[in-house]
C-alpha cells in the first residue's frame, strides 16, 4: 500500500530547464508531487531547441537555484552531460551516473537516490541496467517507454513509465479511468515528460486541467518517485 492507500500518482521531469518554475507552480497549487531528473553539468547552461519549426528555450537552472526550486519535490540523476549510456564503456557508465547522483546530492541538502535515462530511442538495456544497480548508489532508473498499465513493476532499473504527456488524449483516458478503479492490490499511476514541451504548442492549460482533474482525491497518495516506489506502508 503507499501510505495506507491502494492508488498512488507520481510524475517524473527531465532535464532541470527553467520551464520547471512554472511546472511546479501547478504541482503545487494542486498538491501534486514531482521528480526532476537534472544534468549537473549542464546547470546554468543557455540553450534553445528547433522543435516543429520552433524555437524553443532549453535553458538550464543554475546550480544555486536547485535545492530552492526544486523544495518539496524530488531531485534525481540525469547523468553529468545527457549520453546515451548504451554506447559507452562501463567506467564511463559508472561516472557520468555517479559523479552526477554525488553533484546533485550536494545541491539538493540530501542524498540523491533516483535516476532518469537521458535521451530518446534504446536509451538503456539490462547490462546499463545491472552496471547502475552494482556500482552506484541509484536505487531506481525510469525509461521513456510507455506502458499505459497501473501494475507496480518488479525491475525498477528498467522502469516504465504509465504515459508520456505528449500523449495528452490518452492520458486523459488513463486518469478517467485510474480514478474509477477501486482496486484490491496497489497500483500506480506514473506520468514523464519535459517541461519545456508545454512551450511547443502551448499545452500548460490543458496540463493544468488535468492535475486539478486528478488532484486531492482522498483515496489516493501523491508522492514523488522515491516516496511511491519505497516509503510503502503494509
Not at 528547433?50 to 547523468?79: C, D, L, M, Q, S
Not at 489516493?220 to 519505497?230: A, D, H, K, P, S
Request: proline share 3%; with cysteine; net charge negative.
Amino acid at each position: 500500500m503507499f501510505n495506507g492507500k491502494m492508488k498512488a500518482i507520481t510524475f517524473s521531469y527531465d532535464d532541470g530547464v527553467t520551464q520547471d518554475k512554472r511546472l511546479i507552480e501547478i504541482f503545487n497549487k494542486y498538491n501534486l508531487k514531482a521528480t526532476f531528473n537534472i544534468n549537473s553539468l549542464l546547470l546554468g547552461k543557455r540553450n534553445s531547441l528547433i522543435i516543429e519549426g520552433k524555437e524553443i528555450n532549453h535553458t538550464k537552472n543554475a546550480p544555486g537555484e536547485v535545492e530552492e526550486i526544486y523544495r518539496g519535490h524530488e531531485i534525481a540523476v540525469h547523468t553529468l552531460t545527457h549520453p546515451n549510456l548504451t554506447t559507452l564503456k562501463d567506467e564511463e557508465i559508472i561516472k557520468q551516473v555517479e559523479e552526477d547522483r554525488l553533484n546533485l546530492s550536494k545541491y539538493a541538502g540530501y542524498t540523491v537516490h533516483g535516476m532518469a535515462y537521458p535521451c530518446g530511442g534504446e536509451n538503456n538495456n539490462d547490462h546499463v541496467a545491472e552496471i547502475i544497480k552494482n556500482n552506484t548508489g541509484v536505487k531506481y532508473a525510469r525509461t521513456i517507454t510507455s506502458s499505459y498499465s497501473f501494475d507496480p513493476q518488479k525491475n525498477l532499473f528498467r522502469l516504465d513509465p504509465t504515459v508520456y504527456h505528449m500523449e495528452m488524449e490518452k492520458m486523459f483516458e488513463l486518469a478517467e479511468k485510474f480514478l474509477s478503479l477501486k482496486p484490491d492490490s496497489p497500483m500506480l499511476f506514473y506520468i514523464w515528460g519535459h517541461s519545456y514541451e508545454f512551450d511547443i504548442n502551448q499545452t500548460w492549460d490543458r496540463f493544468e486541467e488535468f492535475c486539478k482533474l486528478i488532484s486531492n482525491k482522498d483515496d489516493i497518495f501523491y508522492g514523488t518517485n522515491m516516496q511511491v516506489l519505497f516509503n510503502r506502508r503494509a
